[in-house]
Every structure is written in structure tokens, then in C-alpha cells.
């Protein structure tokens, strides 16, 4: 008999919970640059779960209206819902509970924040579908975690005025040009069962240039933030680590060998992310 333990654990995998170091990091770094240093625990605390929940919902989300497509694609059969290990039912009902803690988490942090949180939670929900008719989805996809920023500086000000709008747009590029390289893997795939994305649409070796593009563009954000935030000169140490781990990845991998591409996009991603984080809160404890 499965435990509640064990169902739980099962969960937190079908979901990659572990993932949420993505963007969870740049929410945070909304948080900082607003305050100019550490907001206070109880906004981190809230922060935090409503990013969590939020993910949580998203993904199950995905999980759930994907899982005929998950179960004849050999990539992802073993996915929890297509391999039986989790009922549908099960992922509906974690679906109303994180975004249940998703809302309260916003009440508890402002009205804003409340008054946002169904537009970003539908924009969530929204690009699980967009595959099925958009190459585009790899960008909605770009928006809908380019608003974690815009949350965390929101959770902190309650007001939108001020936000340097060069992070979301950064983080939007940076997702998508992750999430390009990611959907080489399933080229075949989406061609074979018409569904729609832009390695599909341009071939791998032109998808993997516009990922190259998107990127480049993405540092070029986040450099603009560092001046227009006046961020002190530490604030290079992210910048350099996002660099080298952005080079780092598409020397790792190409159109020809997608063998180390969990590695690559997956823990190197969370590398850059966390790294301009702390590099954002070091830049404001020396610079004042």
C-alpha cells in the first residue's frame, strides 16, 4: 500500500519540483531591487510559497492536459500520469490546492498582488496549451515566468511604478531560448502528431542559432539592469556567471548532440538564475 510519503514523493517528481530554483531566484531579485536589500521575513516567507504554488499548479497543469500526447511519445511514457502511478483525479486536486495557496499567498503579501495573481496563474495555465497551435509557445512560456520578477517587486512595493522592465524582458528571452533547445529533443515527435513548435518549424540547427540569439539578447538585459538599477560593480559577478554558463551550454550541446541536455539546461539554468540573485543582494549590501 502507497503511503502518503510516497505519493507526495511521486508528486514532487512528475512535477520536478526540485525546478523551481528556475525562477524562483529572480522573484527574489525583484524583492531586492525594490527595497534596495532584504525585505522583511515575512514577505520572503510569502514569496516564496506563492512561487512554489504557483509552479506547482502550472506543471501539474501541463501534466494533466498532456498526458495522451506523454503516452505516445517514448521520451516521456514514464511520466507518472500516462504510466499510472498518478490518477487524474490526484493531479486535479493538487492542482485546486497549490493554486488555493497560491491566492492566499498573495493576500497575505497586498491587494496588488492579489488583484495580479489570476492574470499570472491563467497565463500559466494558458501555455500548456499553446503547443497545439503556436511555434511560438517557447516565448508565452518566456512571459508567463517573466512576471516572477514583476512578482517579487510587486509583493514588496505594492505598486508597479519603478520596475525595471529590462529584467522581465531578460528573463523572457533567457526561458525561451532554453525551452527552444529543450523541444529538440521531440522534433519527430511534434511533427509526427502535429504539434507545434519552432525546432519543429525551423529544424534543429536553425532553432538552436535563435536560442544562441535569444540569449545573447537576455545577458544584454540583464546588463541593462545593473546600470539602470545602479547596481554596484559586484553585481558583474552574476553577470560573468551567467555568461560563461550561457557559452558553457551551447558549447556542451548542439543540433548533432542533445546527449548532456539535462545537465546543461537544466542544472546550468538554476546556476544563472541563483547567480544574479545573490549578486543583486551583494551588489546592494556593498553599494549601500
Given amino acids: 500500500m502507497i503511503t502518503i510519503w510516497e505519493k507526495i514523493k511521486t508528486l514532487s517528481e512528475m512535477i520536478k519540483f526540485e525546478y523551481s530554483v528556475f525562477v524562483l531566484p529572480f522573484a527574489l531579485m525583484g524583492a531586492l531591487l525594490v527595497e534596495r536589500g532584504l525585505p522583511t521575513g515575512g514577505v520572503l516567507f510569502w514569496v516564496v510559497v506563492a512561487m512554489v504554488a504557483a509552479r506547482t499548479a502550472a506543471m501539474t497543469f501541463n501534466r494533466i492536459v498532456d498526458r495522451k500526447f506523454d503516452a505516445a511519445n517514448p521520451r516521456t511514457v514514464d511520466r507518472a500520469i500516462p504510466a499510472g502511478v498518478v490518477k487524474v483525479w490526484e493531479a486535479w486536486t493538487l492542482v485546486l490546492l497549490a493554486s488555493g495557496i497560491f491566492f492566499l499567498a498573495c493576500a497575505m503579501l497586498n491587494p496588488l498582488a492579489l488583484m495580479l495573481s489570476p492574470l499570472a496563474l491563467i497565463l500559466a495555465f494558458v501555455y500548456s496549451l499553446t503547443k497545439r497551435f503556436?511555434?511560438?509557445?517557447?516565448?508565452?512560456?518566456?512571459?508567463?515566468?517573466?512576471?516572477?520578477?514583476?512578482?517579487?517587486?510587486?509583493?514588496?512595493?505594492?505598486?508597479?511604478?519603478?520596475?525595471?522592465?529590462?529584467?522581465?524582458?531578460?528573463?523572457?528571452?533567457w526561458v525561451a531560448g532554453f525551452d527552444v533547445v529543450y523541444a529538440c529533443l521531440d522534433v519527430e515527435f511534434d511533427r509526427s502528431v502535429g504539434l507545434f513548435s519552432l525546432p519543429a518549424r525551423l529544424g534543429p540547427r536553425q532553432a538552436f542559432r535563435l536560442a544562441g540569439f535569444f540569449h545573447l539578447l537576455a545577458f544584454a538585459c540583464f546588463v541593462g539592469v545593473g546600470l539602470v538599477m545602479d547596481l554596484h560593480?559586484?553585481?558583474?559577478?552574476?553577470?560573468?556567471?551567467?555568461?560563461?554558463?550561457?557559452?558553457?551550454?551551447?558549447?556542451?550541446?548542439?543540433?548533432?548532440?542533445?546527449?548532456?541536455?539535462?545537465?546543461?539546461?537544466?542544472?546550468?539554468?538554476?546556476?544563472?538564475?541563483?547567480?544574479?540573485?545573490v549578486a543583486t543582494w551583494l551588489a546592494l549590501v556593498v553599494g549601500g
Avoid at 529590462?166 to 528573463?171: A, D, E, M, Q, T
Fill in 134 to 173: 503556436t511555434c511560438f509557445c517557447h516565448l508565452i512560456l518566456g512571459v508567463a515566468l517573466a512576471l516572477s520578477p514583476l512578482g517579487g517587486w510587486v509583493a514588496v512595493a505594492g505598486s508597479l511604478i519603478g520596475f525595471p522592465w529590462l529584467l522581465s524582458l531578460g528573463v523572457l528571452l
Fill in 233 to 277: 560593480f559586484v553585481f558583474g559577478l552574476g553577470l560573468l556567471i551567467a555568461a560563461g554558463t550561457l557559452l558553457y551550454q551551447h558549447l556542451a550541446v548542439s543540433s548533432n548532440d542533445l546527449a548532456r541536455i539535462r545537465l546543461s539546461f537544466f542544472a546550468m539554468n538554476g546556476l544563472i538564475s541563483l547567480g544574479l540573485a
